[in-house]
Antibody, heavy 119, light 106 residues
């Protein structure tokens, strides 16, 4: 079974860039589509964007101007960069995998990482 | 964007109860609807995908139904480990969106 583990700074200053990594084990990152999803404390889930196994990306329009998702196949890692962060970007950030059939449901999730935006 | 509206936002229930949660979409989804369970401090867990397909390892007391814009998640006999939050999610079109959640409480 594929396992995912997010990592990165837990505290980011306002106006700076949030950078997270998701390390995939138990399978090749090239075989699936991958997503970033976030959840502000006590609130609902928000899809940030995805990386297709082809290398193309799709982003939530609400974040598109600030988001970059990329893959390092040599390290089997997915990354997220979110620029010009504010307190509204404080959330638990998850990476998640689509199903084997490519459907956009999230079959495997990382444990999540809390990122707080504060000076 | 497709808006997903869940009801109720919370439900009080007892072990053994039958619980039904509804999710309404602002436009038709065909069958592109999933349900997740989330316990405090944990990542969501996929229960049901494509409206009614049970994810591997999920107990058969969970079931999903619906079509078009209205979908339901049913827990046939609530167990202690089922007290959690439940979210629906549409996989029909971008941006992918989630419902606001339903908290199942004692």
């Amino acid at each position: 079974q594929v396992q995912l583990q997010e990592s990165g700074p837990g505290l980011v200053k306002p106006s700076e860039t949030l950078s997270l990594t998701c390390t995939v084990s138990g399978g090749s990152i090239s075989n699936y589509h991958w997503n970033w999803i976030r959840q502000p404390p006590g609130k609902e889930l928000e899809w940030i964007g995805c990386m297709y196994n082809s290398g193309s990306t799709k982003y939530n329009p609400s974040l598109q101007s600030r988001v970059t998702i990329s893959v390092d196949t040599s390290k089997n890692q997915l990354s997220l960069k979110l620029s010009s962060v504010t307190a509204a970007d404080t959330a638990v950030y998850y990476c998640a995998r689509n199903g084997d059939n490519g459907w956009f449901f999230f079959f495997d999730w990382g444990q999540g990482i809390l990122v707080t935006v504060s000076s | 964007d497709i808006q997903m509206t869940q009801s109720p936002s919370s439900v009080s229930a007892s072990v053994g109860d039958r619980v039904t949660i509804t999710c309404r979409a602002s436009q038709g989804l065909n069958s592109w609807l999933a349900w997740y369970q989330q316990k405090p401090g944990r990542a969501p867990k996929l229960l049901i995908y494509a409206t009614s397909s049970l994810q591997s390892g999920v107990p058969s007391r969970f079931s999903g139904s619906g079509s078009g814009t209205e979908f339901t998640l049913t827990i046939s006999s609530l167990q202690p480990e089922d007290f959690a939050a439940y979210y629906c999610q549409q996989g029909h079109s971008f941006p992918l969106t989630f419902g606001g959640g339903t908290k199942v409480e004692i």
